[in-house]
């Protein structure tokens, strides 16, 4: 069956830098896109990043532009969420969200277009 599996998640300060990894594994990873998603504290399910099944193409939510960057292996089954310059609004459990259709891929999508997600993993920025 399909696992996701996030880690990574830690305390930092503001500044500082983190990286989560999702390993994936029961389905063919290459014919899919992967998004992290994240919860801040008595929030809701927000987007924020995006990459295409291929790997080439990426979208991120305006406030984390220049600061994050998702990437995947295609060949380890891994995507990758590397967040730099990290702010207090940074704190929340992160996800990683498999989309539910081969090959669908765009910016600010719908929570309805992922069909499996991992158990998350808890990000605090706080000095």
């Known amino acids: 069956q399909v696992q996701l599996v996030e880690s990574g998640g830690g305390l930092v300060e503001p500044g500082g830098s983190l990286r989560l990894s999702c390993a994936a594994s029961?389905?063919?990873?290459?014919?899919?896109?992967m998004s992290w998603v994240r919860q801040a504290p008595g929030k809701g399910l927000e987007w924020v990043a995006g990459?295409?099944?291929?790997?080439?193409?990426?979208y991120y939510v305006t406030f984390v532009k220049g600061r994050f960057t998702i990437s995947r292996d295609n060949v380890k089954n891994m995507v990758y969420l590397q967040m730099n310059n990290l702010k207090p609004s940074d704190t929340a459990v992160y996800y990683c969200a498999k989309w539910t259709t081969r090959g669908r891929f765009y910016s600010n999508p719908s929570l309805d277009e992922y069909d499996h997600w991992g158990h998350g993993t808890q990000v605090t920025v706080s000095s």
């Open positions: 029961g389905f063919v990873f290459t014919d899919y896109a």
């Open positions: 990459v295409n099944n291929g790997g080439a193409n990426k």
